[in-house]
């Protein structure tokens, strides 16, 4: 059983920057980042393998956002740059044994609201 808290939401105006933490319990194959806006399904963001540091980005983010993990404090973190209004949504941290990108993750945080402002 691992349990994930995610940190760092908040409300941002478009091009601003933003940190996302996820602290675990323990240590995961993988971790990785999904989100939710409202009225839409849960999307995929970024993942990230514990052991070789392969990751894994949604077309959508990709060059904006970073995916990084601290082994030393089984913590993973979203870095975010040049938000725009579409990346407003709950975030959600997952953590499972493959590197996917359905929602097939085993573990699930509570989530994060990030909003961005126009």
């Known amino acids: 059983q691992v349990q994930l808290v995610e940190s760092g939401g908040g409300l941002v105006q478009s091009g601003d920057s933003l940190r996302l933490s996820c602290a675990a319990s323990g240590r995961t194959h993988v971790l990785a980042w999904f989100r939710q806006a409202p009225g839409k399904e849960r999307e995929f963001v970024a993942a990230v393998n514990w052991s070789d540091n392969r990751m894994l980005y949604a077309d959508s983010v990709a060059g904006r956002f970073l995916i990084s993990i601290d082994r030393a404090v089984n913590t993973g973190h979203l870095l975010m740059t040049n938000l725009q209004p579409e990346d407003a949504a709950v975030y959600y941290c997952?953590?499972?044994?493959?590197?996917?990108?359905?929602?097939?993750?085993?573990?699930w945080g509570p989530g994060t609201r990030v909003t961005v402002s126009a």
């Open positions: 997952a953590a499972g044994g493959q590197l996917v990108e359905r929602p097939l993750y085993d573990y």
